[in-house]
Structures are given as structure tokens and as C-alpha cells.
């Protein structure tokens, strides 16, 4: 089996982002991703565009994958892809695409979970990159999760704590609407922080207990602080641009690190993992740093390419599950609540 060459096509379309990859073993071959422009104009993602869309660019898609990876689809060993969570339209386009193809190839589908995905996305073998070893503390930061996950082995995991109400992408995106900035706003509110001052606005934290997050009250808190402000100078947003996006940013990591030191503690582990579009936060990678000059973490940082959401991660869960034979059937649907254990 280990010389053997497993070729696996995975599709993800769990919420904006239609992907299809090709794995050779751990290694990838290709990785197309078609992100949707449509939902911008509305601040957020729409969810029946967001099916509408993913049933115009799965074809085109896979075909690039597959082309970029320069195999033929009867070279296919299994098919993978995202069965929750996500968006039920979204999932159903690329569950009942993937059924099909699998069908139609007679090979093995593999179902995947997305959350899962995003975990062992660190483990696709890429040249002097870092692969953490068991056990890890995962945390998942993007616009649609936050989490902190405790991996003991790839398909042992366990969630430590998660959000409450708004992912810690959204907490950025609905700050940065708040300031008059385009979506998605979390990377311009991480360019103006760089140059702010991030003592000059002190926003509360929430107090949420245990490991879970909260990020709604923070908004709302941002939002009737701005409204008082340019109440009193209507240039107020424009003159302290800079400072109020580093006050906002580092709030926001106070929180994440805060959470990450407490599940250190509770769990003795030191490696870090982290995951999600909000991993490319200058803010977060710089308390990574600290935190392993301070307290001795390792951390890990996939590529950014992992980061967001891709099949290429898919693909990474697809091989492994493929080595362990671990194939589901044509009766299996997609899952929009769809927990890891
Ligand atoms: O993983 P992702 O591409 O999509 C999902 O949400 O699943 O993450 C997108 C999120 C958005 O909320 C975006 O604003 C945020 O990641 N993001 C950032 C940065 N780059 C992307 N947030 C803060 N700082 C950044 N540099
Ligand atoms: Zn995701």
C-alpha cells in the first residue's frame, strides 16, 4: 500500500467557495478554488445564490482539477467530499455531483467533514512544511467557525469550545460594515491596524465561560461607540481610521488568545494549530510568536491556501480515510449540522 499511488478527487461547496482538488497520496496536485463574487454587493453570503453559483461552477471546476493535476478521471481511485456542515443548497450540489461521478466511475465515495477537514489540512505534505504531532490543540477561526478542538489522533478529536453566536471572521467583516469598509473587511481592518494604536479605543471583552466564544456583543458595542463618536465629530471614522481598527483587532485576539492559554492549561498541551482565513491576521500570528518565545508553544501555520476554505483539505481527509477503507454509501445525504467526534 505505501508504494501504491492513491489518486483522489475531492469537492468542496459547503458555503461560498466551489473546489475540487486531486491528492496524490498526501501530496497535492491541484487545488481550484471559484470564490463568488456575487455575495459582495450584499455584505454577506446569500445562501440561494450561493447554491445557484456552486451549480454553475462545479463542472468547470473539476474538469481544471483535474487538467491542472493531468489525470484522467478513470485513473480516480475515490471521490471525497464535504458533507457537512454548511449550507444545505450549497452541500446538496456538491454531495449529490460527487454520488453521481462516483456512480458513474464505479469507485468509492468518502464523506467528509468539513471542520475536520480544515484540522488536517496541516497534515498535506508540502516541502519543508511542519506537521504537528498527536496531540495537538487545534483552533478554527474564519468567517464561519471558531473553535478550539483537542486532536488526539486524525479521526480522535475533541471539541473544547466554540462560539456562541458570530464566528470570529463575522466579529471582523461586521466591524470593519460598522466603519464604512467593504466586504470581506477582516484583511483591510488587519492593514489599518498595523499602523494604529491598539491601546487607543478600549473595547469590553465578553465574559463567556469555559472555552466557548462570544462575538455578538462586541459588534454591538462598536457600533454605539462609533455612533456617539461621529455624533460629535462627523469626521471622526476617517481621523482615527488607523487606531480604531487596532483597538478592534486587538480585542479580537485577546479573546482568541485568552481562550488558547486556558485550553493549554487544561490540557497540558503546548502544540498550536490553527486554521481558517482569519489565520492570515498579522495580529494572530504575531501572539503565535510570543506565545512560543513565552510559554514554549509550537505553533503551525498551514499555507494559506489550506487556510480558507479548498478541497485540498477534503482530499487530505479523503486518503486517510481511504487507507482505513472507510467508504460510505450511495444512501449517505449531506449534513448541514454536522459535528466531529
Ligand atoms: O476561511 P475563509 O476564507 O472562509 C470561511 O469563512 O469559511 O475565511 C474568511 C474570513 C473572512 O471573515 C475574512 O474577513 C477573514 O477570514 N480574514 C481575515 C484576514 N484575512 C481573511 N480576518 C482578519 N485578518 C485578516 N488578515
Ligand atoms: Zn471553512
Known sequence: MENEHIYILAIESSCDDTSAAVLCN?????????????????????????SRAHQQNIVPVVSQALAK?????????????????????SLLVGTSFSKSLA????????????????????????????????????????????????VKN????????????????????????????????????????????????????????????????????????IQKQTKENPNFITENRNDICASIQHTII??????????????GVKQIAIGGGVSANSGIRKALEEGE?????????PKFEYCTDNAAMIGIVGYLKYKEKNFTDQSVTAQPRYVIS
Open 254 to 267: 485577546n479573546i482568541l488568545m485568552d481562550k488558547l492559554k486556558k485550553a493549554v492549561k487544561q490540557t
Open 103 to 150: 456512480l458513474g466511475l464505479n469507485i468509492p465515495l468518502i464523506e467528509v467533514n468539513h471542520m475536520q477537514a480544515h484540522i488536517l489540512a496541516h497534515f498535506i505534505k508540502e516541502e519543508n512544511g511542519k506537521i504537528p504531532s498527536f496531540p495537538f490543540l487545534a483552533m478554527t477561526i474564519s468567517g464561519g467557525h471558531t473553535q478550539i478542538v483537542l
Open 154 to 225: 486524525y479521526f480522535d478529536m475533541e471539541i473544547l469550545g466554540e462560539t456562541l453566536d458570530d464566528a470570529v471572521g463575522e466579529a471582523f467583516d461586521k466591524s470593519a460594515k460598522i466603519l464604512g469598509l467593504p466586504y470581506p473587511g477582516g484583511p483591510l481592518i488587519d492593514k489599518y491596524a498595523q499602523l494604529g494604536n491598539p491601546k487607543a479605543f478600549p473595547f469590553p471583552k465578553p465574559k463567556v465561560g469555559e472555552l466557548n466564544f462570544s462575538f455578538s456583543g462586541l459588534k454591538t458595542s462598536i457600533l454605539y461607540f
Open 26 to 50: 498526501d501530496k497535492k496536485l491541484s487545488n481550484v478554488v471559484a470564490t463568488q463574487k456575487i455575495h459582495e454587493e450584499y455584505g454577506g453570503v446569500v445562501p440561494e445564490l450561493a
Open 293 to 301: 518565545k513565552k510559554y514554549g508553544w509550537t505553533s503551525y501555520i
Open 69 to 89: 493535476a493531468n489525470i484522467d478521471k478513470k485513473q480516480l481511485s475515490a471521490i471525497a467530499f464535504t458533507r457537512g456542515p454548511g449550507l444545505m443548497g
